[in-house]
């Protein structure tokens, strides 16, 4: 090969080499804030356009720049060959305007079918769609979501994850003929959908997206108690089992408060959760929603603008985090007492944030490394102690600004503190000592569908220390007590073990793991303990039992069937081995 031949292969390599670094790169925002605010539906209303407007500048104020909307199917092409613009053209228009950022989602059927595609007909009239709407904001929008919650019968009835793979492939295909530098997100999953992403995988859709979007609504409690990190820990390494890792993405994901009182309960679950998907790898949290729909928001109103705590924390996280543009990134945790979360974060220099809080209702002391030149304020705003590095942590976020890497001592994500209370038990409230109103709280009596309820429940005072336990009498068919969803991992074996108490007794009176899917709503199977019958004193009962490849999440249930008597239930303990 000559000089000049071999110049020109290397430089070809380096041009390809340069090209696909370049195409690699990030062509959006990398901020994870996100809300589901701005509703472009108004714009379908003339004389409600200017509201739109109102809610950008709300977001923005809170630090946010990424929104989640959708440009649904049946207001563009309202007959076949006819599109629509109008209002599209409107939306994109303010958000080149306005600097705001969009996960657009691209869903449901067009006027002419009911529900979504399921042959290759409908298929091909759905990646048009796609082709279209993507081809004409290619220059305004990137990131493309593929559809709403496939995996419920609200928006996929029955859900079918084969027919929504077959349907991600041909919109794959058409957002990527229109803009190869496009990111397309599978899934959209209500849930952790774990069982959902692996059937994508199982029908040959991986390779047909740039990454999943998750909508992890809670079922027990905030993010601590739902065990949000543990569920994205799962998620993670589901996400990189075959081959290509995909980034995952949380496009919805709320906590609800209706009144004053519950508001700031509702600030700390919304800072937790930003924080949690941050520090397991999540690209962008998009919060449902800004605007108060079922207490959801962070604002009662947008003009003037109403604030709930909520937005003045999320305020506080963003600016001090940074946005628009890359937060701070998580470096890793500080060792801290058990009971206590320290995340790290990365500034300028040795410069890092700490976001501290106390995974419970106590108030514990923690000593920092670092003496001096801390300051540091709790997500209401006000300004706490951090004399000789001192500081009282309890259940409300904090943010400690002035720590010194060289100082603060070792950071790593080893410290996860989840993992130490996981290995002892995965259980919320175990021993039935906190009370919600009637029940023990993060539990049900009755099952969680508000069924299953055919007996006199109560808390009682006969506990095996003489605190408290819960009981059940006089119970007919499909009696029980549950607990709110746990994740858990497909094949690994669990171990249940709890303590029965029995006077005059019938029927079954057993403890059990039961298996869920990860809509968090479909049955997948159970392993019961023995039942205790008569009359006896406690008495420790145990099962073990092998979670199902479809089944993310369990939930324990104490249940009494046909019992004439009363059982009472304690000391609730559920291990990984």
């Known amino acids: ?8 292969v290397v430089l070809f390599a380096l041009t390809v080499l340069a090209a696909s670094r370049l195409w690699a790169a990030p062509n959006f925002d990398q901020s994870p804030f996100g809300v589901n605010c701005l509703k472009w539906t108004e714009f379908a209303k003339p004389d409600r356009w200017h509201i739109v407007s109102e809610r950008a500048a709300g977001m923005k104020a809170a630090g946010v720049y990424w929104d989640r909307d959708g440009f649904d199917w049946s207001t563009i092409q309202k007959k076949k060959g006819e599109w629509d613009w109008t209002w599209p053209d409107k939306a994109a228009t303010l958000h080149r305007e306005q600097g705001i950022n969009g996960v657009i989602l691209l869903c449901y059927g067009a006027p002419w079918r009911k529900g979504p595609p399921l042959n290759d007909e409908q ?14 904001y290619k220059d305004t929008f990137k990131v493309w979501e593929i559809w709403n919650e496939p995996n419920i019968p609200s928006f996929w009835n029955p859900p079918d994850v084969k027919a929504y793979t077959l349907m991600l492939k041909e919109a794959y295909k058409a957002a990527k003929k229109a803009d190869p530098t496009c990111t397309v997100l599978a899934g959209s999953v209500n849930g952790p959908g774990n069982d959902f992403i692996e059937g994508i995988y199982e029908n040959g859709g991986w390779d047909y997206c740039d990454g999943f979007s998750i909508h992890p609504y809670t079922m027990c409690g905030g993010p601590i108690e739902q065990k949000l990190d543990r569920m994205f820990r799962h998620l993670n390494a589901l996400a990189a089992s075959h081959g290509s890792a995909k980034p995952l993405w949380v496009t919805e994901v709320g906590f609800s408060a209706k009144n004053k009182d519950e508001e700031e309960r509702q600030a700390t679950q919304i800072i937790q959760a930003y924080i949690i998907l941050i520090a397991n790898d999540v690209r962008n949290i998009a919060y449902f929603c800004m605007d108060n729909y079922k207490g959801f928001g962070w604002v009662t109103n947008f003009e003037p603008l109403e604030p709930k705590l909520s937005f003045g924390a999320v305020q506080m996280m963003t600016r001090i985090l940074g946005s628009p543009g890359p937060c701070a990134p998580f470096e890793g945790y500080l060792k801290t007492p058990d009971g206590v979360s320290c995340y790290v974060f990365k500034k300028q220099g040795n410069e890092r944030v700490l976001v501290m ?78 009370i919600d109103g009637d029940h023990p709280a993060l539990w049900n009596f009755g099952r969680f ?11 009682s005072d006969e506990g095996r220390d003489g605190s408290k336990c819960v009981c059940i009498s006089g119970s007919g068919a499909d009696t029980a007590i549950d607990a709110g969803p746990i994740p858990v991992k497909p094949g690994k074996k669990y171990k249940l073990t709890a303590w029965i108490k029995t006077k005059d007794a019938t029927g079954v009176n057993v403890a059990g ?38 089944a993310p999440l369990a939930r324990i249930d104490l249940i009494s069937e046909g019992n004439k008597g009363t059982v009472w239930f304690d000391d609730v303990t559920l291990v990984e081995e």
């Open 1 to 8: 090969m000559s000089s000049v031949n071999r110049f020109a």
């Open 357 to 434: 809080w106390s995974n419970d209702d106590q108030t514990r002391t923690v000593q920092l490394s670092q003496a001096a030149g801390l300051s540091a304020k709790n997500i209401l705003g006000k300004p706490l102690s951090t004399a000789n590095g001192k500081l009282e942590v309890g259940p409300l976020p904090i943010f400690v600004t002035g720590a010194d890497a060289r100082k603060i001592g070792q950071v790593s994500r080893d410290f996860n503190p989840y993992l130490a209370a996981e290995a002892r038990n995965l259980v919320n409230n175990p021993s039935f000592e906190k």
């Open 513 to 550: 793991i039961w298996w869920y899917n990860g809509s968090q709503w479909r049955y997948r199977g159970k392993a019961n303990s023995r039942s205790i019958n008569g009359t006896q004193d406690w008495t420790k009962v145990e099962v073990e039992g092998v979670c199902p490849s479809t």
């Open 449 to 459: 569908y508000r069924t299953d309820n055919h007996g006199k429940f109560a808390i």
């Open 123 to 136: 298929r091909a009239e759905y990646a048009e769609y796609v082709y279209q709407v993507v081809n004409r």
